[in-house]
């Protein structure tokens, strides 16, 4: 296990992910492997502040029989996956309302409606990002250097 990220809707879950075989997810309260979510790697796991979806990252790699995406949204109720994209990606992280999903990688930060699944704009390169809990802030870094965004974004198109 290389990922790990508690559910904050039920403390008592974990979700740990796995270079190759994918996510497990457990009850803390006695150790039980409650499902396990195979779609190549899983690097870099996160549960939405709501802890209804949950989104792992990894290299690719291959899954289901086909190249893996690197990005893969789960609906943690039923396990099954929502939406994917490719790339290699680094880290993600959730806005604290839970509508705007960050991801860093090798080639660009990328920004997405975690609810619609639309890229929302990509930018600079990144290999980490971190939302503020009460400001629309994001906090990126690359290197020896880090970036301060302040988001705009459209309420109207949520």
Known sequence: MVSVAFNPLDSDILAA??????IGVLDV????????????SAHVVAFSPD??????????GFGLGAPAPAL???????????WSTGGL??????????RVLAA?????????????????????????AVFHPRQRMLATTFWDSIRLWK????????
């Not at 309260?29 to 190549?40: A, P, T």
């Not at 988001?151 to 949520?158: K, Y």
Request: no cysteine.
């Open 151 to 158: 988001l705009r974004i459209d309420s109207a198109s949520h």
């Open 17 to 22: 992910g796995d270079q190759s075989e994918g």
């Open 104 to 128: 860093t990688g090798l080639t660009a930060l990328q920004l997405w409606d975690s609810t619609q699944h639309k890229l929302l704009g990509t930018f600079d390169i990144s290999a980490a």
């Open 29 to 40: 309260r006695n150790g039980k492997l409650l499902r396990v979510l195979r779609w190549g």
């Open 89 to 98: 990606v680094y880290s993600i992280a959730f806005s604290p309302d839970g």
């Open 51 to 60: 802890g209804q979806t949950l989104v792992s990252a990894g290299f690719g």
């Open 72 to 82: 893969v949204s789960w609906d943690f109720r039923t396990g099954a996956p929502l």
